[in-house]
């Protein structure tokens, strides 16, 4: 486990994908832990072709085809950061083991954080928030999601203080960092 973790630097430069489900705390989280470790955060939202935004916006929720040339797009957003050797935090729901699978097309040693909560928790924040992926799509969310193995992933669990999410994520981050810079290459 990590000792104190202000101001570590990762032993190499590393692509960090935040998965998880719409409302799962990517965006903020995901943000809030760059800040910490300072690295870059970028939310893969701003990666969907419009009528992808349209869709969701309509109350639609997304399927395999409309998700395909988005993940190819952020694997190729992934390859760019692994060719020029530098860190970055990219958020993505991530949802399925094939959508994973492409992303890692981008970087075979991609960290997955995991941002793991409950479907009641997440429902209560997202009726809190203003957003164009409306809270009645959430069950959509979890029928798709297949969740990773712990050896896939780091997960997180999020149905806890803002605060201490953003402290976990950073230690797993710093725990596989350290583990995979453990291992002979
Ligand atoms: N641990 C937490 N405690 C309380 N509120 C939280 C926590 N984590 C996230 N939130 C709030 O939950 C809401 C959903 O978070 P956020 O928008 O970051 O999720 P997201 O996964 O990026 O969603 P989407 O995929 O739909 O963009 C936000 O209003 C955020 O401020
Ligand atoms: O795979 C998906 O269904 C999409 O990525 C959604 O998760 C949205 O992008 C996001 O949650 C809305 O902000």
């Known amino acids: 486990m990590a000792q104190g973790t202000e101001g570590y630097r990762l032993e190499k430069s590393r692509r960090i994908v935040v998965m998880g489900v719409s409302g799962s705390g990517k965006s903020t989280i ?14 893969g939202d701003q990666y969907h072709p419009e ?10 929720p997304l399927n395999d085809d409309d998700r395909a040339g988005w993940l190819e797009r952020l694997s190729d957003l992934i390859s760019d950061y692994r060719e020029r ?37 997440i429902l209560g924040r997202m ?14 969310q979890f029928d ?31 725990d596989r960092d350290r583990a995979l810079s453990a291992q002979p290459s």
């Open 51 to 60: 009528h992808n935004i349209e869709k969701m916006s309509r109350g639609e």
């Open 127 to 140: 009726q809190e928030r203003k957003h164009f992926f409306s809270a009645d799509m959430l069950t959509t």
């Open 30 to 43: 995901g943000d809030a832990i760059g800040e910490r470790m300072g690295i870059p955060y970028i939310d």
């Open 144 to 174: 798709t999601l297949e969740r990773p193995t712990d050896t896939e992933a780091m997960r997180v669990d999020i149905d806890v203080d803002f605060h201490e999410v953003v402290e976990s994520g950073v230690r797993a981050i710093i």
């Open 85 to 121: 050797d530098e860190t970055v935090l990219i958020g993505c729901s991530s949802l399925k083991n094939s959508y994973r699978d492409i992303l890692r097309q981008g970087d075979d040693g991609l960290i997955f954080l995991f941002l793991d909560g409950s479907y009641n928790v």
